[in-house]
């Protein structure tokens, strides 16, 4: 998976080739360009990261379901592989964030 991340203004980021139900497809197969909130939640976006992790990309729940930085809960469709990238973890912090806001965390900004 190659996504493609590009900051759209301050307060959009646009992403790329990131499929948005955690599959792993071949190229030119994914989802539409999707646009997520960018910089202006970076700071919320932090504090949820290290309150969910301590900034640990590898951090992984003690009931093996919550993975990465931001302890996305393999619910949502992305394997713990997947999950266990830095890059892949923030983007799938962004697609859950731009359909739910916070509401899947359990630490709040």
């Not at 080739?17 to 030119?28: I, Q």
């Amino acid at each position: 998976m190659h996504a493609q991340v590009s900051l759209l203004d301050s307060q959009r980021v646009v992403v790329r080739g990131l499929p948005t139900d955690g599959a792993v497809r071949d190229e030119g197969q994914h989802e539409p360009d999707a646009q997520f909130p960018g910089v202006g939640f970076g700071g919320e976006a932090y504090a949820v990261m290290m309150c969910e992790s301590d900034g640990d990309p590898s951090a992984v729940s003690p009931d093996g379901q919550n993975v990465g930085l931001y302890q996305i809960n393999l619910i949502h469709g992305w394997t713990r592989e997947q999950l266990l990238d830095p890059v892949i973890n923030t983007l799938a912090m962004l697609a859950l964030y731009a359909d739910q806001s916070w509401a899947p965390w359990s630490c709040k900004p």
